[in-house]
């Protein structure tokens, strides 16, 4: 079997959890013996990315225009790999990359499968682009498509406006690398990587309105009293916030309790992550939150918002949903933080909930037998 993944973007700083669950479902692929190819666009294509997918063929178009992702195709290239491939795995959505893709899928007749991965609704900048997107080729794209996959079950809703039948959609859930090596505490500090000794809320994520980093910075700031010995650990690439972030800091007189470190990677983020109180995501809005994984692999509990995609983590004992408001975080973070033993059972249950259910393993197959019985009916 031969797959053909498509996302604009595996640079991990601008293109985030889709771009990690690319890359890693891609490997996954490629160890379970299948022949995989990715084709992206070449921005923050980096020589260490290339190294991680040893093995996988990536085709990588140079982009005319980033404001959009235009790419500059070499049609002849699309053409061709469009046309070798048994099947193929679009990801995200508003993408012009994936709109070429689908027309010559179309010619070919090819099967492709669409995975928003909660890019659906339209949300944050450019609405008006989104609308036109649709009205020419994005509903098409989704309506088309020989396989339907949404990450969480609530995340189905999202096909209703493009007139999917709920039964056709296949949920298959984000998946975590399970890297044993990495979960053996290496002895490094937190002073090699500038994070604070003292104990701290980690928000991982770039510093956008939907992921919702203002919720938490004003939840903080009015929980500050009682959180007096916490401090606040920004993870992530300014997307135009982090001016008014620090200065909602600075008016509540805390600035010295919260930390911009802009994107971390490697180590870094490993020695943040496992040195964390808590691990809080107040998105607005997600499909599912690969953080939430990323945190339970460590054994940290989190907080995050009902709107993450991850309510099942309140029966599991493994952290608390509560609302995406001030309000909601505000509370929840003054309920969970002050008690230590109960972060540790917090934690504790999280960790064997994730390792039982999204290790890539795991998560792969379901892929594999969504591509098989689409090719078999074909």
């Known amino acids: 079997m031969k797959v053909l993944n498509v996302n604009y973007l595996l640079d991990p700083v601008a293109g985030g959890g889709m771009a990690e669950r690319t890359i890693r479902m891609s490997r996954a692929l490629a160890g379970a013996g299948i022949e995989c190819t990715i084709l992206c666009l070449d921005i923050g294509l980096t020589s260490e990315c290339i190294n991680d997918l040893s093995g996988i063929k990536i085709i990588a178009f140079p982009c005319l225009l980033k404001r959009f992702f235009i790419p500059k195709i070499s049609f002849r290239s ?44 339209i949300y944050g900048r450019s609405k008006l682009f989104k609308m036109i997107y649709n009205y020419f080729i994005g509903k098409k794209i989704i309506s088309n498509a020989a396989g339907f996959i949404a990450v969480t079950e609530s995340e189905k809703n999202h096909f209703l406006a493009y007139q999917v039948d709920l039964n056709k959609i296949t949920v298959i859930p984000n998946g975590i690398d399970i890297d044993e090596n990495s979960l053996i505490n290496d002895n490094s500090s937190n002073a090699e990587y500038g994070l604070p000794n003292s104990p701290y809320i980690l928000f991982v994520g770039r510093l956008n309105s939907i992921k919702g980093p203002d919720l938490l910075l004003q939840a903080f700031c009015q929980a500050k009293d009682k959180l007096s010995n916490y401090h606040l650990v920004f993870a992530g690439p300014d997307e135009g916030m982090l001016a008014n972030l620090k200065e909602i800091a600075l008016d509540a007189g805390i600035q010295k ?104 393993p795991v998560i792969v197959n379901q892929y594999i037998k969504l591509y098989g019985e689409i090719l078999k009916q074909r």
């Open 78 to 121: 699309l053409r061709n790999v469009v046309n070798e491939v048994d099947i193929i795995h679009i990801m995200g959505h508003w993408s012009v990359l994936n709109a070429l893709v689908y027309l010559y899928a179309r010619k070919f007749k090819k099967p492709y499968v669409v995975c928003p991965a909660g890019a659906l609704p």
């Open 257 to 360: 309790r919260v930390h911009f470190f802009g994107y971390l990677g490697g180590k870094a983020k490993t020695q943040a992550l496992r040195s964390a109180a808590l691990v809080a995501i107040p998105s607005r809005s997600e499909a599912m939150s690969i953080v939430v994984l990323e945190a339970g692999i460590y054994g940290i509990p989190v907080l995050l918002t009902d709107q993450c995609g991850f309510n099942v983590i309140n029966s599991i004992a493994g952290g608390l949903a509560v609302e995406a408001s001030v309000e909601g975080l505000q509370n929840g973070l003054i309920e969970i933080l002050p008690d230590r033993e109960k972060l540790k059972s917090l934690g504790n249950n999280l960790y064997k909930y994730v390792r039982a259910r999204f290790a890539w």
